[in-house]
């Protein structure tokens, strides 16, 4: 059955559709835009201006590249008009590096008068000539000589001060002459409309008078930070009112740059305060900084044309009901009569550059949340006890959470925008978000304390986490309690996973930390613990969503082992919560009902936790290390009978987790006896057995290779226990077995292959009493291992056996070749040194001449052996 989304969650899903359609419909334009451009190149190729081609380097037509003829076909790696910028680039930098010497070097030998003549004279040139530039249409010199002119300047107010004002402060000087150029600068720019320097010169220039003014004042760092919010609100203005779009693109990241070191500084001194009253100084310059990006967020909101003041602030949609914008706050795409965005011409409505306003907006919003909770919650965090600064900043961010409608089921505020209210939602989610993370530290310490227990098992040693010695308990759970109610009335509010997962974590971390707040006994902490395992594994094997199941199995695990190691303090703990968690994972992987990850992590969990009860119950009576295996191989055995056998309402998928683990215990148990030979043989037997019984079921046949692997090692180690170094004695038992499972297989499966069932039995023993006869220096061994490997050879030829006849054959032949090596060095000793180099090369002559005929019979006998079976 299809889930209906509540009306919220919808409309945040419509919204973010339109958002995407949006972005598809501004790419698409700009798509268009360019193509128009290059149709117009194509009619028009005379640009005033470069303009940038998706295939730099493309043929330039038969009048060759840039329109030069007599130029086709040439490659052109710079273009004329950039040529022309770097040429007049260069040649202003220059012509400012000469005035800077004129100015500061070389005019000692002038009177003032002819001084400020000269100087003043070519500033004003400079200013003066692109007027003149302009109406000829040389844009590019104009910028060029413009720039000078703003250079010559600079250089004039330096000139003022070192020769008419030395004694004047030069803090208070600079910012004084960077206020007037800032001035001078702008309204030259505003005059010559066609110039694009000054207005972003004037610009950067502003951000220094206030900063400035305000160190030479001698004010504290709060004063200067106030500066810097007061230049913030002028770059905001210039942002709104500046004639150009590089200014103001220019000022809106200025104000952001210098706000946001203004509200760093103000949140550094709120955080510093020691009392109340401190902090109020911060707080104020904090809630400005706030009120200027909330303001500024209202301001980029887009406002369709002919809606009234009153829409724009309830955000009211193109059709004036209220919320039609949805949290997006754009109004619906494709409506007829809709404009483009105010302030942005040519810009058609509902494209990226709305989607843009929004999203800025938004994080405007955000800012302003931020500012506004970290003013109040210094004043807050001040007036509390220490430890407790979480909770300070928390309590005012539930607010935000308010009005953004996050934690409440009715209609959100609506004198507040869509993507005002989405703004302070996520400042207050944020603050939420890093209060509960403040709070990990003390769950960790909780978890991990427990682990000082074993240093002294059943000693009665408590850790120091249970009691109260931890760094403000109580605020900590008062956070996580917090945090995790609010994200579960947001789950309620708009259904998603995350806030669940988040709810369910931290709510149970909560949970786990109250003993530490109340010190109670050991006891009942461990009760307790076991019981939030209890809820936590319920909780995992009944949520509806795996959003909230996977946290609660976490939970349940982390929560599991710590009070595992808790409970080893005292000897009756340990029985009662090792057997209490056993019998939970138990009844966990066989419920019918949860989840089929859940269910086979239970079953692996339930065989871990019998494991630790078995060795709990072997230390308590003090039992030898085979005892002890004995004991865990029970545990085993057990797990390879309910396996086998399980209950009727037992999910199918715990069988593989439980024979995992089983497999695990049993492999424990050999690493219990390692060190005692024959009781790791006993052991290795025993697991044989169980390896062997579980093989019989037909699900699981291929055990039976791991049962037969295990007798052999069992009767290696007793052997080797036993003192025991002939070869055969552990190569016989593994080649007879084999063979009879190779005859068996032929017997069923005549075509099967002889190297497949007889060649791993015969090597098992041939190769290695052949190694070990090359080394005994008696005769039993030669000889007997040459009568076997002669019978061998005598059955594989009258079977026609490749295997038997080939592995025969060799050993039998390496065999008599050690018994005859003696006679052979004595016979080679007594040739001759001249007879061996000339036998060699007779043999290679004869090999020569022969060697067609030579191939010929070995491709014969590689077909006679592949023949046989």
């Keep these: 059955m299809e889930r209906i989304p509540p009306p919220a969650e919808e409309l945040a899903l419509i919204d973010q559709e339109l958002v995407r359609l949006d972005a598809r419909r501004a790419q698409l334009l700009a798509r268009r835009a360019w193509l128009v451009s290059v149709l117009h190149q194509a009619v028009a190729p005379q640009q005033p201006f470069p303009t940038w081609s998706p295939r730099p380097g493309a043929a330039a037509g038969p009048a060759g590249a840039a329109g030069v003829p007599g130029a086709a076909g040439a490659a052109r790696e ?89 004694d004047t402060d030069g803090t208070a000087y600079a ?98 305060a020691a009392a109340p009253a401190s902090a109020v100084a911060p707080g104020a310059l904090l809630l400005a900084g706030a009120a200027l990006a909330l303001a500024a967020a209202f301001r980029a909101i887009p406002r369709p ?28 795409p494709g409506v007829p009569g809709v404009p483009g965005v105010p302030g942005v011409p040519g810009v058609p409505a509902g494209n990226g550059a709305e989607a843009g306003r929004v999203q800025g907006a938004a994080a405007l919003a955000v800012v302003a949340g931020l500012a506004a909770v970290a003013a109040l919650g ?61 709070a990990l530290p003390a769950v960790l310490v909780a978890l991990l304390s427990p682990v000082e227990v074993l240093g002294g098992i059943w000693e009665g040693r408590v850790p120091s986490a249970t009691g109260a010695g931890w760094t403000a308990p109580t605020a900590a759970a008062v956070v996580l309690f917090a945090v995790a109610g609010l994200a579960a009335r947001l789950f309620r509010v708009s259904g998603r996973s995350e806030a669940a997962t988040a709810a369910v974590a931290l709510g149970w971390a909560g949970l786990f930390l109250l003993p530490g707040v109340g010190a109670l006994p050991h006891p009942v902490v461990l009760a307790w613990h076991v019981l939030l395992t209890v809820a936590a594994t319920g909780l995992a094997l009944r949520a509806p969503g795996a959003r909230a199941a996977v946290p609660a199995a976490a939970c349940a695990l982390a929560g599991a082992l710590s009070v595992s190691l808790l409970a080893l303090a005292g000897r009756p703990g340990t029985f009662a919560v090792l057997g209490a968690l056993a019998v939970l994972f138990t009844a966990a992987a066989f419920d019918a009902r949860g989840p089929r990850w859940a269910v086979r992590t239970a079953a692996g969990l339930s065989v871990g936790w019998a494991v630790a009860l078995a060795l709990a119950v072997a230390r308590a009576l003090d039992l030898e290390p085979l005892s002890r295996a004995l004991l865990v191989l029970a545990v085993s055995a057990v797990v390879a009978l309910v396996a086998a056998r399980p209950v009727a309402r037992a999910p ?88 009879v499972v190779g005859l068996l297989r032929r017997r069923r499966d005549p075509e099967a292959s002889s190297w497949t069932a007889y060649g791993p039995g015969l090597a098992a023993t041939l190769v290695p009493s052949l190694v070990a006869a090359w080394s005994d220096p008696h005769w039993p061994r030669p000889l007997l291992l040459g009568l076997g490997a002669l019978a061998v050879t005598l059955a594989g030829a009258r079977r026609r056996l490749g295997a038997p006849l080939v592995l025969g054959g060799g050993v039998l032949v390496l065999d008599a070749l050690h018994e005859l090596a003696p006679y052979v060095v004595q016979v080679v000793d007594a040739l001759p040194r001249w007879l061996p180099p000339a036998l060699a090369g007779a043999l290679l002559l004869v090999v020569g001449a022969t060697y067609e005929k030579r191939l010929r019979d070995a491709r014969r006998l590689r077909g006679a052996l592949s023949r046989m079976r």
């Design 652 to 739: 199918r998928p715990a069988r593989v987790p439980f024979e995992a683990a089983g497999a695990g215990a049993a492999a424990l148990a050999v690493c219990l006896v390692l060190p005692d030979l024959p009781a790791l043989a006993l052991v290795l037997g025993l697991c044989g057995v169980l390896a062997a019984g579980t093989a019989v079921r037909p699900d699981r046949r291929p055990v039976g290779y791991a049962a037969a692997v295990l007798f052999v090692l069992a009767a290696w180690v007793r052997l080797a226990a036993s003192g025991v170094t002939v070869p055969e004695a552990y190569t016989l038992p593994v080649t007879v077995p084999a063979l």
């Design 305 to 332: 044309a002919g809606s009234g003041a009153a829409d724009a602030v309830a955000g009211r949609g193109a059709f004036g009901a209220p919320g039609g914008e949805g949290p997006t706050g754009l109004a619906a």
């Design 378 to 438: 210094g004043v807050v965090r001040a007036a509390l006890p220490e430890g407790w600064v979480a909770v300070a900043y928390l309590l005012c961010a539930v607010p935000l959470l308010g009005l953004g409608g996050l934690v409440r089921s009715t209609a959100p505020v609506p004198v507040l925008p869509a993507p005002v209210r989405r703004g302070l939602a996520g400042a207050g989610a944020g603050v939420a978000a890093l209060a509960g993370v403040s």
């Design 78 to 166: 710079v273009s004329g008009p950039s040529a022309q910028n770097v040429l007049l680039a260069l040649g202003a930098v220059l012509l400012a590096v000469a005035a800077f010497a004129f100015t500061v070097v070389s005019w000692g030998s002038m009177g003032i008068g002819g001084r400020a003549a000269v100087l003043g004279a070519v500033t004003a040139a400079a200013l003066a000539a692109p007027v003149v530039l302009l109406r000829r249409g040389l844009r590019s010199t104009a910028e060029s000589v413009a720039a000078l002119g703003m250079a010559l300047t600079v250089l004039d107010a330096y000139a003022l001060y070192a020769v008419a004002l030395p």
């Design 175 to 272: 910012a004084g002459s960077a206020g007037v150029l800032s001035v001078l600068w702008a309204g030259y720019g505003s005059v010559l409309r066609g110039l694009r320097l000054p207005l972003p010169a004037a610009v950067l220039t502003a951000q220094l008078p206030l900063p400035l003014a305000a160190i030479a004042a001698g004010a504290a760092p709060l004063g200067v930070a106030w500066a810097l919010l007061g230049t913030a609100v002028l770059d905001a203005v210039a942002a709104l009112r500046a004639p150009g779009r590089p200014a103001r693109v220019l000022a809106a990241a200025c104000g952001v740059a210098v706000g946001g070191w203004a509200l760093f500084a103000g949140l550094v001194f709120s955080a510093s």
